[in-house]
């Protein structure tokens, strides 16, 4: 919904007679939320449940969510298939998790080694309009979306990285483009759902993982098994809340109105606010934690600026939106003076 439509709603909400307003405000709506985020994640408490206290707060308690850590319902792509059924009316996850779903979705995750600064990654979204065509996309299953935050993607592993050799020898959980990405440059990968992956750290299942960046390694306790913090950042990614249109088009039109507003400001509260964080929580992982920061060896690093333009390649032949997002995408870094 546009900032034109929304103070139009509001308009039409003064406007509206007095029986109305009533009906409106006898309401009261409560939504389930099944969130891909185990509660111990940062983005459980710093994000969806901020979420969940204004939204009640804003509308005096007629709109409530209730919230469910990962697995409670279901976890990772399942969460997709319950909003879409109306089994909850909404959750959230990844993009990385729903590719076979919608062609605009590698890009809504974000494409590893593009942008570099979180507000870029928002221009494109909000102001460039890559959120509206990632929607366009999702309609066809009843579902809808709005960006969480921009957040950067950091790899942690339990192994010292010191040459590419090391890397190849890598089994590390990924998801979406950043599986392609960490194989190009010769790891191999494999998905795993957030509440077993500290466990298939500590068991060598997998050598390393990416949770974010610091906020999700500190969170998921993954320094413990892995003391190894990869710089630099591979890349930046966005995090969704999705939600049944169904379900939306049945509120009443003020605690509709309310709730979209409400996605749009924690989206540039929440990406701000974790930038800080970031900077917190890497400093108190070397400082008690005895993290090491480390860099990619330089062939790593040439082999992941050949996956970016393999990534968009790919991204480019699904064709209609991931086509034009993807040309989008490559003018934008243009006008930003970064290779492509």
């Known amino acids: 919904m546009t900032r034109r439509g929304a103070i139009a709603g509001g308009a039409a909400l003064v406007a509206a007679p007095m029986v109305i307003g009533s009906a409106r405000a006898a309401a009261e709506v409560t939504w389930k939320v099944q969130s891909h985020w185990p509660k111990a994640s940062a983005s459980y408490g710093d994000s969806l449940a901020i979420i969940a206290e204004e939204l009640k707060e804003n509308t005096g308690g007629r709109f409530e969510l209730q919230l469910f850590g990962a697995g409670e319902f279901a976890k990772g792509g399942e969460i997709f298939n319950i909003v879409r059924r109306g089994v909850v009316e909404a959750g959230t996850i990844s993009p990385g998790y729903i590719l076979g779903e919608a062609p605009t979705a590698g890009l809504a995750l974000g494409v590893p080694g593009t942008f570099r600064q979180p507000w870029e990654f928002s221009h494109f979204l909000k102001n460039m309009g890559f959120e509206a065509m990632f929607n366009e996309d999702l309609a066809k299953h009843g579902v809808a979306t709005r960006s969480e935050k921009i957040y950067p993607t950091e790899l942690v592993v339990a192994k010292e990285v010191a040459t590419v050799?090391?890397?190849?020898?890598?089994?590390?959980?990924?998801?979406?483009?950043?599986?392609?990405?960490?194989?190009?440059?010769?790891?191999?990968?494999?998905?795993?759902?957030?509440?077993?992956?500290?466990?298939?750290?500590?068991?060598?299942?997998?050598?390393?993982?990416?949770?974010?960046?610091?906020?999700?390694?500190?969170?998921?306790?993954?320094?413990?098994?892995?003391?190894?913090?990869?710089?630099?950042?591979?890349?930046?990614?966005?995090?969704?809340?999705?939600?049944?249109?169904?379900?939306?088009?049945?509120?009443?039109?003020?605690?509709?109105?309310?709730?979209?507003?409400?996605?749009?400001?924690?989206?540039?509260?929440?990406?701000?606010?974790?930038?800080?964080?970031?900077?917190?929580a890497l400093a108190k992982g070397v400082a008690e934690n005895d993290v090491v920061v480390a860099d990619f060896p330089p062939a790593v690093l040439e082999g992941f600026a050949k996956a970016t333009a393999a990534i968009l390649e790919e991204e480019r032949a699904k064709g209609g939106n991931a086509e034009k997002g993807v040309d989008m995408l490559v003018a934008f870094m243009k006008v930003l003076g970064y290779p492509v």
């Open 165 to 280: 050799d090391d890397f190849t020898k890598l089994k590390l959980r990924s998801s979406g483009s950043y599986q392609k990405y960490l194989e190009a440059a010769g790891a191999s990968t494999q998905y795993i759902a957030g509440p077993e992956l500290y466990q298939s750290l500590a068991s060598g299942v997998v050598d390393g993982a990416h949770w974010g960046a610091a906020q999700g390694a500190d969170s998921m306790s993954l320094w413990e098994v892995a003391k190894f913090h990869m710089k630099p950042t591979m890349g930046l990614a966005s995090d969704v809340i999705i939600y049944n249109l169904d379900a939306l088009n049945a509120l009443p039109e003020d605690l509709r109105q309310e709730f979209l507003d409400l996605l749009e400001m924690r989206f540039w509260k929440r990406t701000n606010e974790y930038q800080y964080k970031e900077q917190v």
